[in-house]
Nanobody
């Protein structure tokens, strides 16, 4: 089992920045790939970014490419999402998720943190 707790959400003006954190506990942190997802009101949950176990590979949704950066600190068991140039359309609940190397599906999810971007 992996427990995930997100933090760092809040209210920010358009053009501003936030950094989300995802603290993981449980089984070996470095064994997992991590991703960030988001869900806006009335919309389906969507992929935002993913980082591989080593951190060497990172993937982003086109909508956030160039503005968001995913990173991980294996010594601190924490994954980050640095969000710059925020837009009102980035408003959503952001979720951290983890999957093992042997799974293509994310198995563990956090409770989410709200990000609201005002225009």
């Amino acid at each position: 089992q992996v427990q995930l707790v997100e933090s760092g959400g809040g209210l920010v003006q358009a053009g501003g920045s936030l950094r989300l954190s995802c603290a993981a506990s449980g089984r070996t942190f470095s064994s997992y790939h991590f991703g960030w997802f988001r869900q806006a009101p009335g919309k389906e949950r969507e992929f935002v970014a993913e980082i591989s176990r080593s951190g060497d590979n990172r993937y982003y949704a086109d909508s956030v490419k160039g503005r968001f950066t995913i990173s991980r600190d294996n010594a601190k068991n924490t994954v980050y999402l640095q969000m710059n140039g925020l837009k009102p359309e980035d408003t959503a609940v952001y979720y951290c998720a983890a999957r093992s190397t042997y799974s293509s599906n994310y198995e563990y999810w956090g409770q989410g943190t709200q990000v609201t971007v005002s225009s």
